[in-house]
């Protein structure tokens, strides 16, 4: 009897250990279907997707779980735009490491936003984009394709030109048309006020975007130097670069506070050490020519850019005399014909800046950085970009 016992418990264990060897097979087989090559029909995964942030176009699959506001932060509740999304392998992933950020394009906020649909949390979505950074984080931009899962209510669309959008002028600037003199410098004011706001530290990712090389992706454009230069290579030593403030924020005393003193029309990203010899210095002709910047004079009390982007720090400087008028607790940023304004909030040298602006035109790289920003950061345009000629109805 003990014999026949001991026969059956051999047995037993040979078939379990048969039915073992048959299981792990299919469980390879089960794992290995999650993962796919990132096309549409075998998305990434999210994990795959911030394991190859190498600039790639791919779809990619996961679940909403919030919306981005910072590197560090993701909320789930009081969404306050349309423009991101995170996402994650699980619908309940709580951990910033195992999320992507997904950057909006404006043809898809309307469907996919957070802010308009708070109900897309939780729900599974398919994104074709990118793989690169935002927020200084793993993300997916320049997104051409976004589609909700098969047991969703949101049929799949497609954004064959992914780039911003030009709004009308009769749209965005029918308030100013036919004013001149103060009363288009009030108008414009309204119109470009209470732009959305980032923090300072967000200004690192988004000069990324707004100043990136055309002919590098890789790489940002120096304002100063016109230096192409590494995207991350940015930071306080000599050689990095770092967020110039072309209307100096000592300049009425406004620092690096969300407001002016991370406002991107006029932050750009400079060579640290030129812009520690630019510091605060008001802008006119003449000096001695900068060791480091070709092309770049000052001397005591003022600066004189390279010729190339003479006409865009004009621009961004009567944008910040527009913009800022004092109201909402701002500072009444104004311009002077004068140098050594110190901590007063005036800005010089008007007739310079006149002089500027008429013999460096607008170019394509002012007209990209105004889109940029419009469509996904401020949502508010520099009017002198977009209509030269109000320069001489404000100021001549």
């Known amino acids: 009897m003990q014999r026949n016992q001991k026969r059956i418990l051999i047995a037993a264990v040979l078939l379990l250990a048969s039915v073992l060897l048959f299981i792990k097979p299919v ?58 999304f995170a996402l994650a392998d699980s619908p309940s992933a709580t951990n910033i490491e195992e999320m992507i950020y997904v950057q909006i394009p404006s043809s898809f906020r309307t469907s996919f936003g ?15 984009g990118t793989l690169t950074n935002y927020f200084s984080h793993a993300g997916i931009k320049n997104g051409t394709a976004f589609e909700q899962h098969e047991d969703g209510t949101q049929p799949p669309e497609t954004n064959p030109d992914p780039e911003p959008e030009t709004p009308s002028p009769g749209d965005y600037y029918d308030a100013a048309n036919g004013k001149s003199g103060e009363q288009l410098k ?16 967000n200004v690192w990712e988004a000069l990324r975007e707004t100043d990136e090389d055309p002919s590098n992706s890789n790489n940002v454009i120096l304002l100063y130097t016109g230096r192409s230069q590494g995207k991350n290579e940015n930071g306080g030593n000599a050689d990095d670069w770092n967020r110039e403030h072309v209307w100096a924020k000592s300049h009425g005393d406004f620092g690096t506070s969300m407001g002016p003193g991370t406002d991107l029309h006029h932050l750009r990203p400079t060579d640290a050490s030129v812009n520690s010899s630019r510091s605060n210095l008001d802008f006119d002709e003449g000096g001695s020519e900068h060791t480091e910047a070709a092309g770049n004079y000052y001397d005591s009390d003022s600066w004189e850019p390279r010729d190339s982007v003479k006409g865009d720090v004009a621009r961004m400087i009567f944008y910040m005399d527009v913009r800022y008028e004092g109201d909402s607790g701002e500072p009444d940023l104004e311009l002077n014909n004068q140098v050594n304004n110190g901590s007063a909030p005036y800005h010089g040298k008007l007739s310079v800046l006149l002089e500027w602006h008429e013999e460096d035109p607008v170019d394509d790289l002012e007209r990209r950085r105004n889109e940029i920003i419009y469509n996904d950061y401020q949502h508010n345009r520099n009017p002198f970009i977009d209509h030269p000629e109000w320069v001489a109805e404000i100021w001549e």
Do not use: C, R, W
């Not at 791919?58 to 789930?76: A, D, F, L, M, R």
């Open 186 to 201: 009030s108008a414009l004011h309204d119109i470009i006020d209470d732009h959305t706001e980032i923090s300072y530290s």
């Open 27 to 84: 469980t390879n087989t089960f794992v290995n279907a999650n993962t796919g090559d990132g096309s549409v029909s075998s998305p990434y995964t999210v994990t795959q997707a911030m394991a190859n942030q190498d600039n790639s176009t791919k779809t990619v699959e996961g679940y909403i779980v919030g919306q981005p506001v910072s590197t560090t932060s993701v909320i789930k509740f009081n969404f306050p735009n349309n423009y991101a």
């Open 114 to 128: 957070l802010q308009s649909n708070p109900s897309l949390l939780g729900e599974k979505i398919k994104v074709t």
